[in-house]
Structures are given as C-alpha cells and as structure tokens.
C-alpha cells in the first residue's frame, strides 16, 4: 500500500521560500497514470488544491497559485517536492501531499500533512 510523508520546516519568516518534500512508500512516482498532488489548507478554512506533478514529470498548477509555486522530483529518491515563494501568513496552512490514480481526480491516499507557519 502507497504511503507518503511530507517534511520540512515547520516556521517560514515572510518573503522567503516554504520548501517542502513527499516521500512515497510502497509505491513508485513514475507509475503509469499516478499523479501526485500538493493541497493545503489554512486555519478555519477549506482544502484547496495547489497543483501536482504527473507520473511523467507533467506538471500542472491551480492558475491562483502558479505564479509563486514550483514542483520537482527526485526519482532515485522516490520524493516530490513543492516551492512556494513570497510566502506571506495567508499561506500559513496545513500542507498535504496524495496521490490519484488515473488522473487529477479522486485523491485516494493522503499523507499526514504538516503545518507550516509564516510568522516572523
């Protein structure tokens, strides 16, 4: 069974760039027709997708978003990895990584999800 892992700083001062990267267990990232995904979700608010990178290296990104926000692998590591620059306390949230299967549609498995914060 797939499982995956994100990591990275917890605390980001404003203005700089929140790094973060997905670790997949039990499963490959270059698996035909997965794709994996980055999604937040701040305090007291909803979901919201940010963007994911496909099975092939594709990328794509929520249009609100795609200004500030960068995705990459590394396939010797089995890791995906998010950058999302300018960073402001608006994108204090919960960050979360999963992946789909077939397509950018029904996200079946979640990691955990890590909080960062944006506070100087």
């Known amino acids: 069974q797939v499982q995956l892992q994100e990591s990275g700083p917890g605390l980001v001062k404003p203005s700089q760039t929140l790094s973060l990267t997905c670790t997949v267990s039990?499963?490959?990232?270059?698996?035909?027709?997965?794709?994996w995904s980055w999604i937040r979700q701040p305090p007291g608010k909803g979901l919201e997708w940010m963007g994911a990178?496909?099975?092939?290296?594709?990328?794509y990104y929520n249009p609100s978003l795609k200004s500030r926000t960068s995705f990459s692998r590394d396939t010797s590591k089995n890791q995906f990895t998010l950058q999302l620059s300018s960073v402001t306390p608006e994108d204090t949230a919960v960050y979360y990584c999963?992946?789909?299967?077939?397509?950018?549609?029904?996200?079946?498995?979640w990691g955990q999800g890590t909080l960062v914060t944006v506070s100087s």
């Open positions: 999963a992946i789909s299967a077939g397509g950018l549609g029904h996200l079946e498995v």
């Open positions: 039990g499963g490959s990232i270059t698996t035909n027709y997965y794709y």
């Open positions: 990178i496909a099975y092939s290296g594709t990328t």
